[in-house]
């Protein structure tokens, strides 16, 4: 593979920062944590297809609240020449248990909105009888 071909398959580490509005600290925390393994070319870092890839994982996993020991051990379970059911089954368990924590956290999180909600009704009325008799 020519130096230009490489070129067009990786990205640089500022190029990916762009790609997918992360910090260069971000991308190197990743690579300390093992998540993602640039190409090293002296100083630079060079990230494939592959690396690219995983990152969209990575993040994705992270909006939906996985741990980065999660991730990394779902990222680390593909094989590029199996079926990946354990991966793909491992994955379906973890999103079930963080999908019964959010809709937990969310009924939490409503009734809180609710009482806070009566809150600031009875405080608004008791600042509006304040002000009259104050008149």
Excluded: W
């Excluded at 990575?58 to 051990?73: A, M, N, P, T």
């Amino acid at each position: 593979m020519t130096q230009t071909e490489t070129q067009t398959e990786t990205l640089s580490i500022r190029e990916m920062c762009d790609a997918y509005q992360v910090t260069a600290r971000t991308l190197r925390f990743y690579e300390a944590k093992e998540l993602l393994s640039p190409i090293r070319a002296g100083s630079k870092r060079l990230y494939t297809k592959q690396d690219r890839a995983r990152l969209q994982l990575i993040l994705r996993g992270k909006r939906f609240g996985f741990s980065l020991e999660d991730i990394r051990q779902l990222l680390d379970m593909y094989d590029r020449n199996g079926s990946n059911q354990a991966q793909l089954s491992r994955t379906f368990d973890l999103g079930q248990d963080r999908l019964a924590q959010m809709k937990a956290q969310r009924d939490e999180l409503s009734i809180a909105i609710a009482e806070l909600e009566t809150e600031l009704h009875s405080a608004a009325q008791t600042l509006a009888a304040f002000r009259a008799a104050a008149e």
